[in-house]
């Protein structure tokens, strides 16, 4: 089964509009961590935000905020103010319980900003 | 600066050739992982080492080995054995190998070609 559902079309979203990418996740775990990745064209994946499953407060990383809903298992990424730049593919994370270090990834979303 | 880096960038293999990727981190990160990733997928996991001559195998080690002598090396060898080798491979590191907290972080990637 995927653990990571990522199922949006590429979305194009005006230059400083926010854009909300969505993400599901399944696990049985308690504690867990949620990522997002941004990989634009050039290959390499960086880091932007994490959430971790006891964290009663939504994560921030400036302009970029996570939507966590427990209880729905999902971990949606907020991108405020779009920019030329934020234009990539961005992958949701996860990892299960404590001692592991496997991330499984789900397939991405596409985004394009336009001027 | 510190950070992962991977080279070569772009490797072309002729088919029945082992093949090496080069993976590098001054982060002094323990743990140490390659990615595969195919286009339109996300990562998928090959293997894993948490600390120096130790590795495991992740979801799709078949046809790869990999060796960890140095903290700060790890790289990865694509034997004549995987038989659909052309992909993305990507390195990543990370600080702690018991945390739902811990954040791996990525090099620039080799884009492997089989000619």
């Known amino acids: 089964a995927q653990k990571i559902t990522q199922t949006q079309p590429g979305m194009f979203v005006q230059e400083k509009e926010a854009v909300t990418l969505d993400c599901t996740y399944d696990?049985?775990?308690?504690?867990?961590?949620l990522f997002w990745y941004k990989q634009p064209s050039s290959g390499e994946m960086i880091f932007l935000i994490y959430?971790?499953?006891?964290?009663?407060q939504n994560a921030t990383e400036g302009r970029y905020s996570l939507n966590f809903q427990k209880a729905r298992k999902s971990a949606n990424l907020v991108i405020s103010a779009s920019q030329l730049g934020d234009s990539a593919m961005y992958f949701c994370?996860?990892?299960?319980?404590?001692?592991?270090?496997?991330?499984?990834f789900g397939k991405g979303n596409q985004v394009v900003v336009i001027p | 600066d510190g950070g992962i880096t991977q080279s070569p960038k772009y490797l072309f293999r002729k088919e029945g050739q082992n093949v090496t990727l080069s993976c590098e981190q001054n982060?002094?990160?323990?743990?140490m992982y390659w990615y595969r990733q195919d286009p339109g997928q996300g990562l998928r996991l090959i293997y894993y080492?948490?600390?120096?001559?130790?590795?495991q195998k992740g979801d799709i080690a078949e046809g790869y080995s990999v060796s960890r002598e140095k903290k700060e090396s790890f790289p990865l060898t694509v034997t004549s054995a995987q038989k659909n080798p052309t992909a993305f491979y990507l390195c990543?590191?990370?600080?702690?190998?018991?945390?739902?907290?811990?954040?791996?972080?990525f090099g620039p990637g080799t884009r492997l070609t089989v000619l």
């Open positions: 982060l002094n990160h323990d743990a």
């Open positions: 959430q971790g499953s006891y964290d009663e």
């Open positions: 994370a996860m990892r299960e319980g404590a001692g592991n270090n496997r991330l499984a």
């Open positions: 696990t049985s775990d308690q504690s867990y961590g």
């Open positions: 990543a590191s990370s600080t702690r190998t018991s945390s739902s907290t811990d954040t791996q972080y």
């Open positions: 080492s948490q600390i120096v001559n130790d590795f």
